[in-house]
């Protein structure tokens, strides 16, 4: 069974940071994205690594936010900073196994995040 757990998520004024987790269990992590969705907006992809440790940003949060990634635990980061308003959203680890071809993803239930202004 695999799991996608994220936690860090909270309640930020404007220009405070925060630090999301994702940790996963059942398989080796692969390539690693965060997604977030705001009340009435689709799905918004923010940041992702490759299993290389390849990054990659949405414009919206270049500069601001990071992505990092420990293997050895098995977990996923995004450090936010200089948070807006616009930023909030309920925030998704999106997994994939490092030895599955096929590239199946696993997401998580997500964690919220309100930057109030």
């Known amino acids: 069974q695999v799991l996608v757990e994220e936690s860090g998520g909270g309640w930020v004024q404007t220009g405070g940071s925060l630090r999301l987790s994702c940790v996963v269990s059942?398989?080796?992590?692969?390539?690693m994205k965060w997604f977030r969705q705001a009340p009435g907006k689709q799905h918004e992809s923010v940041a992702n690594?490759?299993?290389?440790?390849?990054?990659n940003y949405a414009d919206s949060v270049k500069g601001r936010f990071i992505i990092s990634k420990d293997d050895a635990k098995n977990t996923v980061y995004l450090q936010m900073h200089s948070l807006r308003p616009e930023d909030t959203a309920v925030y998704y680890c999106?997994?994939?196994?490092?030895?599955?071809?096929?590239?199946?993803?696993?997401w998580g239930q997500g964690t919220q995040v309100t930057v109030s202004s």
């Open positions: 999106v997994a994939t196994d490092l030895n599955d071809p096929d590239g199946s993803e696993y």
């Open positions: 690594i490759s299993k290389h440790s390849l990054t």
């Open positions: 059942g398989i080796k992590i692969g390539d």
